[in-house]
């Protein structure tokens, strides 16, 4: 499975961003899909998760009502929606799938990784 993230790019604060995420090699549109984001110095922090169908999400408690996670199955690809971005959420985003069902927020559970995408807000 390959996955390439795109879309980051630089926001003012109070913008938004959709970043995607497509699939190749192996369809993802059986497992669970997440974003995840990390700041130099900082351990990879969990975003936001759906599931196969994308009937069942899980989002970081303090991102819940900015972001957005959602997939097209037909496209094998992933979105994250980020709204009123503010300069903490500056980072880089990086997409991954989970062979578990339960929407895991720990990036040990997801098998594989994109390349990240960078996201810079200014203030």
């Known amino acids: 499975v390959q996955l390439q993230a795109s879309g980051g790019g630089l926001v003012q604060a109070g913008g938004s961003l959709r970043l995607s995420c497509e699939a190749s090699g192996r369809t993802s549109s059986s497992f669970t899909m997440g974003w995840f984001r990390q700041t130099p110095g900082k351990e990879r922090e969990f975003v936001a998760a759906i599931s196969s169908r994308g009937g069942r999400t899980n989002y970081a408690d303090s991102l819940e009502g900015r972001f957005a996670i959602s997939r097209d199955n037909s496209k094998n690809t992933v979105y994250l929606q980020m709204n009123k971005l503010e300069p903490e959420d500056a980072a880089v985003y990086y997409c991954?799938?989970?062979?578990?069902?339960?929407?895991?927020?720990?990036?040990?559970?997801?098998?594989?990784w994109g390349q990240g995408t960078q996201v810079t807000v200014s203030s």
């Open positions: 991954a799938l989970s062979l578990r069902g339960d929407l895991p927020r720990t990036n040990y559970y997801y098998r594989y």
